[in-house]
């Protein structure tokens, strides 16, 4: 079993900066790919970065290349989120989770947080 909880999110103006953490308990979480989705209202959960378990590799959707960072301290439990150059377009709620194949779809995640609001201004 693995919880996991987020942090970080908040309002920021377009063209800022946020870093979403997500912590996660239990004693296996290194052995875990980890990823991060988000949704907006009205939409589906969308896929955004992954990281394998030693993260040594990392995926990223077309629409945060270049601008976000995914990676993780498995010393911490913790994975992280690095959002640069953030757009309107990126409002949603961002959710860590947690699963045993890396992928970009949501049935590779067995584990899910609750979820952070993430607000970019314009």
């Known amino acids: 079993q693995v919880q996991l909880v987020e942090s970080g999110g908040g309002l920021v103006q377009a063209g800022g900066s946020l870093r979403l953490s997500c912590a996660a308990s239990?004693?296996?979480?290194?052995?875990?790919?980890m990823g991060w989705f988000r949704q907006a209202p009205g939409k589906d959960r969308e896929f955004v970065a992954a990281?394998?378990?030693?993260?040594?590799?990392?995926y990223y959707a077309d629409s945060v290349k270049g601008r976000f960072t995914i990676s993780r301290d498995n010393a911490k439990n913790t994975v992280y989120l690095q959002m640069n150059s953030l757009k309107p377009g990126d409002t949603a709620i961002y959710y860590c989770?947690?699963?045993?194949?890396?992928?970009?779809?949501?049935?590779?995640?067995?584990?899910w947080g609750r979820g952070t609001q993430v607000t970019v201004s314009s």
């Open positions: 989770a947690a699963g045993t194949a890396l992928g970009d779809g949501p049935r590779s995640y067995g584990y």
């Open positions: 239990g004693r296996t979480f290194s052995s875990y790919a």
């Open positions: 990281i394998t378990w030693s993260g040594g590799s990392k």
